[in-house]
């Protein structure tokens, strides 16, 4: 237990967990849209960005919390940061105009429209 004690990472912020914020998506897919689902309990909208570059999907964003504790015999405050950031790669083209963000009770909602699929063609090979 000792060894573990005194190693000389036992102090770095990824140790303890500082720093990190790591957000649950959903990705799902409809015959016209993408759909993609974020859990960012406690993120403020104004924190958050997105970004859409070609057929990939980039979100990130940072968590900041404050608690304030007040008793007759104590005052604490405690601060904490994280910031995250997710890249998905989409496995075919969005109508990027069209792209639609909606945020309610720490849950942010992407809906990307899909460009029209190519038309399949069909070439008749002349065997001679």
Known sequence: MLDRFFRD???APEA???GSFVPAFDVSETETEFLVKAELPGVDPKDVEV???GNVL???GEKKQEREEKTESLYRVERSYGSFSRSFSL???VKADQVSAT???G???LKLPKTEPSKRKT???DVT
């Open 9 to 11: 990472d036992w102090l």
């Open 16 to 18: 303890a967990g500082v």
């Open 51 to 53: 970004n859409l570059s």
């Open 58 to 60: 980039t979100v990130k």
């Open 91 to 93: 496995p075919s083209d």
């Open 103 to 105: 945020y309610k009770d």
């Open 107 to 109: 849950v942010l909602n």
């Open 123 to 125: 070439i008749k090979i």
